[in-house]
């Protein structure tokens, strides 16, 4: 048996269960699928109807599909024609998506592929802020509560939508 066989997850899960693959014969594992109810991702962009473009390089795709409901924040709406996949992007259907908002940053300070990169600067002072309760509540105070989206993109990173 491949992959889990031999190691703990045999005795703590009781889920996981050995069946004979049809191809090869062998004994594998196999798993529940994991079913979330929710699914929140940040696009690159999405059209009216719902159809999104998003970074081929996440697993954002595959959380859409597997959610009961999917919220997607996009960087912009683009006319239907302009909702192409480039290189580095997918395409998602509307079907698998429940809500669309537009939020252009909205991935900040991680980056969005064809738009914008991480924000490393931002990201360090979020860690170093979060080793402690008192400097994570601190980091809150300073750039989430009570804060606007633009409020925000000006402290943390200079610019306003």
């Known amino acids: ?25 062998n004994e594998i594992f196999v798993v529940p699928a994991i079913r979330p109810e929710w699914a929140v991702i940040h696009a690159i ?7 999104v ?5 996440e697993s954002d795709r595959l959380a859409v599909l597997a959610a ?13 024609e302009k909702l192409v996949a480039r290189p580095g992007e997918i395409f998602l259907s509307a079907l698998h998506i429940d809500l669309v908002v537009v939020a252009p940053r ?8 064809h738009v914008y ?11 170093a802020a979060a080793k402690t309760p008192e400097g994570f509540s ?6 989430v509560h009570g804060k606007t989206e633009e409020e925000y993109l000006g402290l943390a990173c200079g610019k306003a939508v």
């Open 1 to 25: 048996m491949l992959g889990f066989a031999g190691t703990d997850y045999e005795k703590i899960r009781e889920d996981f269960r050995t069946v004979k693959d049809p191809y090869s014969g």
């Open 45 to 51: 962009r999405a059209d009216e109807m719902g159809n």
């Open 53 to 57: 473009v998003c970074s081929a390089l």
């Open 68 to 80: 009961k409901q999917s919220i997607v924040t996009v960087e912009e709406v683009v006319p239907p």
């Open 106 to 113: 909205g991935a900040h300070p991680a980056g969005c592929v």
């Open 117 to 127: 990169g991480i924000d490393r600067a931002h990201v360090e002072e979020y860690l």
């Open 138 to 143: 601190e980091y809150l105070a300073r750039f």
